[in-house]
Antibody, heavy 116, light 107 residues
């Protein structure tokens, strides 16, 4: 059974960074792109970018180019997203999601709260 | 970026109703469209891909149609468990974008 297990909720100060994890099971992460999506109830869903874990290639939405860094560790079958220079605008739930086009499996989401 | 506009933003319907949700793309995306259902506090669930293909395990009361710029998600007979927010997503442009969502509630 395919599962994407994300790390637990995070509380960070403004200006700091956070690294989120997404551990895949039931398949090899090198077989599919891994996407990351931001969700704020008042803003809906925003696509952040993808990583190809097989070769490390990444692509980002323009607004997240300097905010997010996507990496992957094939030995642990885990994808990561680091968010830097956090502000209150980064307070959201972040999902990882599998596949190249439409997203057939999603992680459960991780809440990131940025507050002083 | 391709903009996706969903309507209505809020829809109230009764159990057993036929419900239609709309999604419009700002340019031709052919059939590169998916629909997701998101219940409160949960991850989105894929319902429809390639505009009209039903994802495995999704009830047949859900169907999708359309191509180009105009798309529709139809629930043929609304069930209580269908209360959720529904999002469309385009994957034509290489920069994925979502609609703003339609919140479906019971009347």
């Amino acid at each position: 059974e395919v599962q994407l297990q994300q790390s637990g909720p995070e509380l960070r100060r403004p200006g700091s960074s956070v690294k989120l994890s997404c551990k895949a099971s039931g398949y090899s992460i090198t077989d599919y792109l891994m996407h990351w999506v931001k969700h704020r109830p008042e803003h809906g869903l925003e696509w952040i970018g993808w990583i190809d874990p097989e070769d490390g290639e990444t692509k980002y939405a323009q607004k997240f180019q300097s905010k997010a860094t996507l990496t992957a560790d094939t030995s642990s079958n885990t994808a990561y997203m680091q968010l830097s220079s956090l502000t209150s605008e980064d307070t959201a739930t972040y999902f990882c999601a599998r596949n190249g086009y439409y997203f057939d499996y999603w992680g459960q989401g991780v809440m990131v709260t940025v507050s002083s | 970026d391709i903009q996706m506009t969903q309507s209505p933003s809020l829809l109230s319907a009764s159990v057993g109703d036929r419900v239609t949700l709309n999604c419009k793309a700002s340019q031709n995306i052919y059939k590169n469209l998916a629909w997701y259902q998101q219940k409160l506090g949960e991850a989105p669930k894929l319902l429809i891909y390639n505009a009209n293909s039903l994802q495995t395990g999704i009830p047949s009361r859900f169907s999708g149609s359309g191509s180009g710029t105009d798309f529709t998600l139809t629930i043929s007979s609304l069930q209580p468990e269908d209360v959720a927010t529904y999002f469309c997503q385009q994957y034509y442009s290489g920069s994925w974008t979502f609609g703003g969502g339609t919140k479906l509630e019971l009347k």
